[in-house]
């Protein structure tokens, strides 16, 4: 396979809304082959992130096979509405991206990588899908499995909720700034969003990687706890749980943690060398 690679900025209308677009970055390791039934991995951001954001660049920049990573409706450069809550919308952002990648360039879905919001829209997307069923490997980041805990984090802004109903978060997203309105009924639909159906409807071949910092201070480690027992059952599919020191939940100055493990995580996929167990550095040989 040649060593060349290729970036493209792709600019996807939505079906559901007018006026409004998915913009991702498409990364090809060999453009000069056919991509017709070609494996690709999603990459999804979490709240107030982008394409771009943390290790989703680098990380695509190194996976051995071709990748899309976007932004969410209402983030950075996809526009629309950003709602706190919007898992559903999210979800329906994998199918829009999906089918574009499908008719122009026969891709299939093979990998989806998820950081905290993403994680979560990647496990109702591989979950309620059929396409879901065919997913070689999911790994979560950072994900929140008790959604009514992030009424934690709203805790600062009581006052403005109870006097107005809503209160803003302020953010630097991509260099520039960002203001995000959170309502009552946003806050609603985060709190009360079911995540319980991983037990039941999670691909039983399809492999899983859980990975969440002990110094976690916006989702607590705990969660990644639940998602090993929900995941670590299935078979043929399997679960690894990697809990790293030192690490809060945007794993900041340990990007390089996180690339590196999913790479050698996934080269024991294809050398169907892995068992559902509890990672750590140094796994590659050792199973």
């Not at 976690?216 to 020191?245: C, F, K, M, S, W």
Request: charged fraction near 25%.
């Amino acid at each position: 396979m040649s060593t060349s690679k290729k970036t493209t900025k792709l600019t996807i209308p939505h079906p559901d809304e007018e006026g409004v677009a998915i913009v991702g970055t498409l990364e090809q390791v060999a453009p000069e082959e056919p991509t017709q039934g070609r494996g690709i991995a999603f990459i999804l951001h979490g709240t107030m992130g982008h394409k771009d954001y943390l290790f989703q660049k680098p990380l695509a920049q190194k996976l051995p096979i071709d990748s899309f990573r976007l932004d969410f409706r209402g983030n950075h450069e996809s526009n629309g509405e950003w709602r706190v809550g919007g898992f559903v919308h999210d979800t329906r952002d994998i199918d829009v991206a999906l089918e574009y990648l499908k008719k122009h360039y026969g891709y299939t879905l093979s990998l989806i990588v998820g950081h905290s919001r993403g994680s979560i829209s990647g496990f109702r997307w591989i979950c309620t899908r059929e396409e879901g069923k065919a997913v070689r490997g999911f790994v979560n980041i950072s994900g929140r499995y008790r959604m009514e805990k992030g009424r934690d984090n709203a805790t600062p802004y009581q006052r403005e909720l109870d006097s107005q109903g809503w209160y803003e978060v302020k953010a630097t997203v991509a260099r520039k700034p960002f203001v995000g309105r959170v309502t009552k009924d946003n806050l609603e639909e985060f709190t009360t969003f079911d995540s319980s159906y991983v037990w039941d409807r999670f691909p039983n071949s399809t492999h899983a990687l859980s990975i969440h910092g002990l110094s976690d201070q916006r989702v607590p480690p705990y969660d990644a706890t639940i998602y090993a027992r929900a995941l670590g059952t299935r078979t043929p599919g399997t679960h690894n749980l990697y809990l790293v020191e030192d690490a809060d939940h945007n794993f900041k100055e340990k990007h390089h943690i996180i690339v590196d493990t999913i790479l050698e995580w996934w080269d024991l996929i294809e050398r169907n060398r892995l068992k559902t167990g509890v990672w750590h550095t140094g796994f590659r040989g050792k199973l």
